[in-house]
């Protein structure tokens, strides 16, 4: 799929400094589908603040009563908290390489504390990858998407990714779901609220010299490829 490997980079250099990609966009732009393509592409943990909110949900944690409230209304969590669940997240194994990052940072005041939290390790922002994709467009996703209740939330879209069997996942045979936050009234809240706070990360990465755009109204194949030389790029630089 891509002339990205995971040699790109020295190893020496993975080990000292994490490599850490920003994946940026409209709720529906596709930044989950391309984030988890890339993290496999390139070797890196797939973390996503929507995933770690929805898990905390399912599992009845605190975080979860906590999230509940905001997640549901399509409202941004408060950036403490957010900020919170992203350090603990870091502080993984795993993620000592770095990490393809999916719906964070979604305001200036966590890009900013991010910077500080790379910084700490001597690391920066190689690449913001920011996905465009027109609003009518993103609705229609939205509204089209279903996800399998199973652990992995695979991803489908009634419209251009159905499933073989209706209302069943492909791959582990688990029940379909609509998300809470994409049904219509919520997926209109949730445009009108977050692309204001967005459109400040986008200016913040611009001004960091680090921003990317792809289109993303193309087939996802070429979105990915697009997507993958810019991050093959900015890893050699890194
Ligand atoms: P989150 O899970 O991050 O949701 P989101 O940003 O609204 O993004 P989505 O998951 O809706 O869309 P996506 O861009 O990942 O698109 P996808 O690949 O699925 O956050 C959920 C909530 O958690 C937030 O509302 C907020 O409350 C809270 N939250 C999360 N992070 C936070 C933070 N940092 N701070 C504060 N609060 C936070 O694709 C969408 C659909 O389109 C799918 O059906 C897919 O199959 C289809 N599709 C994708 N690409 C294409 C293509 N190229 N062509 C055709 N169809 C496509």
Redesign the pocket.
């Known amino acids: 799929m891509t002339q990205a490997t995971r040699l790109d980079r020295p190893s020496e250099t993975v080990a000292e400094r994490p490599l850490v990609f920003v994946t940026l ?1 409209a ?8 984030a988890l393509r890339l993290a496999k592409e390139l070797g890196l943990p797939h973390i ?4 770690l ?2 898990a905390s949900l399912r599992d009845g944690s605190a975080l979860g009563d906590e999230v509940r409230k ?2 549901e209304k ?4 408060p ?1 403490l908290l ?1 900020m919170r669940v992203v350090e603990e997240r870091f502080a993984q194994p795993d993620a000592i390489a770095g990490a393809v990052l ?6 200036r005041p ?1 890009a900013e504390a991010l910077d500080v939290l790379l910084a700490r390790q001597d690391a920066h922002v190689a690449a913001a990858l920011y996905i465009e994709v027109d609003t009518p467009e993103l609705v229609q ?2 509204a ?2 279903r996800v399998c209740s199973g652990t992995q939330q695979h ?3 009634l419209a ?2 159905p499933p073989r069997a209706a209302g069943v996942c492909d791959l582990d045979g688990s029940a379909l779901e609509q998300r809470p ?1 994409d049904r219509p009234a919520t997926i209109s809240a ?1 445009l009108a609220r ?1 692309l204001p706070p967005m459109y400040e990360v986008v200016d913040h990465y611009t001004e960091t010299g680090v921003l990317h755009a792809v289109r ?5 194949d070429e ?1 990915t490829a697009d997507l993958l030389r810019v991050a093959d790029r900015a890893a050699k630089r890194a």
Do not use: C, E
């Open positions: 966009g709720p529906g732009a596709g930044k989950g589908t391309q996503s603040t929507g995933d909110f929805r905001y997640v399509g409202i941004l969590v950036d957010t999916d719906g964070f940072p979604r305001t966590q996703r939205l089209g998407r991803v489908y879209n251009t990714r936050d949730r977050q993303g109204d193309r087939p996802m979105v």
